[in-house]
């Protein structure tokens, strides 16, 4: 499939807590944009706050469990969760996947197929500060710029191909709580754009434009 299409895209967000990006994503692309609606919301997690927020504007919404990796020895979790949500993704219609703190990571299968179709937002500077608690890392380095990057998900974890970043200073009285959320703000506007570019054929996974 090649971006631009002629038709608004359809979203998937997959989320699995608070969906802040969620609602940024879908102020953004309110129903009836003419470039992209959020047509489902998957999470592995029955009370997520993202859960919530799509119920109220009745979009449909999924949730299953993903054992966490040390659960989940022979990948049979992961691959049931995969399987589940492939199921709403092709009956959806699903053109592009973001990624929006959800905490699992998918198999090499899944991610091949949907290389260039599914994006994630870390709280980083990319390649800085990849995997969990990015800003308290980012503190403890004593870094005096952080923020955040919109990238292609590809095998490895927070490594894809990087679309945008958006950057923040880091202050010398900041604790994790003060410059995630001024990371936060940032990542609302991110994630958007990101997905603008990518719709619009000016981001690509094998160059971004
Ligand atoms: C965001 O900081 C995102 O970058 C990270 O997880 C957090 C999710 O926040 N991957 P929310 O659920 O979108 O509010």
């Avoid at 047509?39 to 592995?44: C, L, Q, R």
Wanted: with cysteine.
């Amino acid at each position: 499939m090649q971006f631009p299409l002629n038709r608004p895209a359809n979203l998937a967000v997959f989320a699995s807590g608070r969906g802040s990006n969620l609602d940024a994503i879908l102020q953004a692309f309110p129903q009836g944009h003419k470039i992209a609606r959020v047509a489902m919301v998957m999470s592995d997690n029955a009370d997520a706050g993202a859960l919530e927020k799509a119920k109220q504007r009745a979009i449909p919404n999924y949730t299953f469990p993903f054992p966490a990796r040390k659960k989940d020895e022979n990948g049979q979790g992961r691959k049931a969760f995969e399987v589940e949500a492939e199921k709403y993704l092709q009956a959806q219609r699903i053109d592009l996947i973001c990624l929006a703190g959800f905490m699992r990571l998918f198999s090499p299968e899944f991610n091949e197929r949907w290389q260039g179709r599914m994006l994630n937002i870390h709280p980083s500077l990319l390649p800085d500060f990849k995997g969990l608690q990015p800003q308290r890392q980012a503190l403890e380095a004593g870094v005096t710029e952080a923020g955040c990057t919109v990238h292609f998900v590809d095998a490895g974890v927070d490594t894809g191909p990087i679309i945008l970043q958006k950057r923040v200073p880091v202050l010398p009285d900041d604790t994790e709580e003060s410059l995630s959320a001024r990371i936060l703000v940032q990542e609302h506007l991110a994630y958007p754009e990101a997905i603008h570019l990518i719709l619009m054929g000016k981001a690509r996974f094998e160059a971004v434009l």
